[in-house]
C-alpha cells in the first residue's frame, strides 16, 4: 500500500487498488471460518465437560462424512472390474509356479474352505515382479476371470490427488470397498510408482500413502476375520519398493522371459483362428528364432505376420481364379517380379491404344485378373492364409525389448527375495 501513493499510471493503480481489496476480503473471510471452528470446538468441549469428557458431534456433521465417504468411494467406482475379460488359465503360457500361489489364495479358499482351519490361512500379498511384456497384467485377467469375488483394478492415477490428505482417504476407502464385499483381490499395477522406497527429501504426501498403505495392508482395525482380501501387485522394478511395503507381499514371484515351450505356445495363442498352415515343427523352429522376446515382443511379431497376406494382395498385379471363382494374389511376396504374368496370354497392361486406364482385364486362357487390389470385385477375394515364410520374415525383424543385462538385476533379487514363477 506504501507504493500506491507513488504510482502515477491511473490504470496500474486501479488495479493495485482492486486486488488489495480482494486479498482483504479473503483475509476476513478465512477469519471468520477459523472463528467459527474454533467456536464450535469449544462449544463441544463444553457440551462433552459433564459427561466423562465425550464431545458432542454437531448436527449435519456425520451427513457430511457419509457425503465425502461416498465421493471418494465414487471416484473408485471405475476401479472395479464388472466385465470378465475372458482370460482363463489355460491362455497363459507357461508361469505354472505363479498360476499354482494364485490359484492357492483366490481359488481355493472360496471352493474349499474347509482346507483353511486352524493356522492355515490364505496369501494376503502376492507381488508378480520381471520383465516388462512377461504377462504380469495377463495373470491378473486370469485371476479376474477365474475367481468368484469382486476384483479392483488400480493404478497410481486412481490414488493420487492434488487435495492434501485425500489420497491417503481414497486408499482408506479402496480397502474399506473391498471389505465391504467380503472377499475381494486389489491389483495394483506398477505398485513402485506408489510405494517405492523412503527417502529423506520425499514429500510428506507421498510418505503418507505409503503409511496407509502399510496400515491397510496389515489389516490393522479390521473387525471381522472372515473378510479377506488379497492384494495382488505387479512390478517391473523390485527393487525399488519400500523394504516394509516388501514384507507385506508374503509370496515374491518371479515372471520371467518365456521357456521355447512357453514361447511356442504363445505364437499359437496370438494367431488364434487365423487361417494358416504352419506344423507343430514350424512353431518350435519359430520358438528358437525369438530366443530372449517377451510374450509382448512376441505379440507384436505375429500382428506383423498377420499383416502379409494384406501386403500379398497389395503388392498383387494378377489374381487368379481358384474352383470356386474366388481370387487370390499370384506371385507377390514370393520374391519374383508381380508384373510377370501367370502365362503368355494375360494382358501386360491396363490402357488403351489411346492411353487411358482401364478396369480389371480377364485372361481368356487362364482366367487371371489383370488389376489391383482396389480394381477387383471385393467380395470374389480370398485372403491367402498365413504360411512360415510370413513369421519367418517377421521373426528376423523382432527385436527383444529386454536387454541380457537387465535380467541380472532380476536373477540378483530373486536369490535374495523372491522365487521362480
Given amino acids: 500500500m506504501a507504493g500506491l501513493k507513488y504510482e502515477k499510471n491511473p490504470a496500474t493503480k486501479a488495479t493495485i487498488q482492486a486486488r488489495v481489496e480482494g486479498y482483504m476480503k479473503r483475509a476476513e473471510d478465512l477469519k471468520e471460518v477459523v472463528e467459527k471452528e474454533r467456536a464450535a470446538a469449544q462449544n463441544r468441549g463444553r457440551k462433552g465437560g459433564g459427561e466423562g469428557g465425550t464431545a458432542t458431534r454437531q448436527p449435519g456433521e456425520d451427513e457430511k462424512e457419509e457425503e465425502d465417504k461416498n465421493k471418494l468411494k465414487g471416484a473408485l467406482a471405475s476401479s472395479i472390474v464388472t466385465d470378465k475379460p475372458n482370460v482363463r488359465w489355460e491362455d497363459v503360457a507357461g508361469l505354472e509356479a505363479a498360476k499354482e500361489a494364485l490359484k492357492e489364495a483366490v481359488i481355493l479358499p472360496v471352493r474349499f474352505p474347509q482346507l483353511f482351519v486352524g493356522k492355515r490361512k490364505p496369501w494376503r500379498g502376492i507381488l508378480l515382479y520381471g520383465p516388462p511384456g512377461t504377462g504380469k497384467s495377463f495373470l491378473a485377467k486370469a485371476v ?28 482408506r476407502s479402496l480397502f474399506e470397498m473391498a471389505r465391504e464385499e467380503g472377499r475381494a483381490i486389489i491389483f495394483i499395477d506398477e505398485v513402485d510408482s506408489l510405494c517405492g522406497q523412503r527417502t529423506e527429501g520425499e514429500a510428506d504426501s507421498v510418505r503418507r500413502i505409503k503409511t496407509e498403505f502399510l496400515v491397510q495392508m496389515d489389516g490393522v482395525g479390521k473387525a471381522d476375520p472372515s473378510k479377506q482380501i488379497l ?69 507384436i511379431c505375429v500382428r506383423e505376420a498377420l499383416m502379409e497376406p494384406l501386403r500379398k494382395c497389395k503388392q498383387a498385379k494378377y489374381f487368379v481364379t481358384n474352383a470356386q471363382g474366388m481370387l487370390t494374389p499370384y506371385h507377390s511376396g514370393t520374391g519374383e517380379d508381380p508384373n510377370v504374368p501367370p502365362c503368355p496370354r494375360c494382358p501386360m497392361v491396363l490402357l488403351t491404344e489411346g492411353g487411358e486406364k482401364q478396369g480389371p482385364l480377364t485372361c481368356q486362357s487362364c482366367g487371371a485378373v489383370r488389376g489391383g487390389l482396389y480394381e477387383i470385385e471385393s467380395e470374389r477375394l480370398l485372403v491367402p ?19 541380457p543385462e537387465e535380467l541380472d538385476h532380476f536373477t540378483e533379487w530373486t536369490t535374495e527375495f523372491g522365487q521362480e514363477g
Fill in 231 to 299: 492384494v495382488l501387485g505387479a512390478t517391473n522394478i523390485p527393487w525399488e519398493l519400500d523394504p516394509a511395503i516388501r514384507r507385506r507381499f508374503e509370496k515374491r514371484v518371479y515372471i520371467p522371459l518365456p521357456e521355447p515351450v512357453a514361447r511356442a505356445v504363445i505364437f499359437k495363442l496370438n494367431l488364434g483362428d487365423t487361417p494358416h498352415n504352419l506344423t507343430a515343427d514350424d512353431f518350435n523352429l519359430l520358438a528358437e528364432m525369438t530366443d530372449g522376446c517377451s510374450g509382448a515382443d512376441i505379440s
Fill in 385 to 403: 492364409d498365413i504360411e512360415f515364410a510370413d513369421f519367418e520374415k517377421a521373426a528376423q525383424r523382432a527385436k527383444p525389448s529386454v536387454a
Fill in 144 to 171: 479376474a476371470t477365474e475367481a468368484d469375488c469382486k476384483f479392483f483394478s488400480v493404478s497410481s492415477s486412481d490414488l493420487v490427488s492434488k487435495w492434501q490428505g485425500e489420497s491417503e482417504r481414497l486408499v
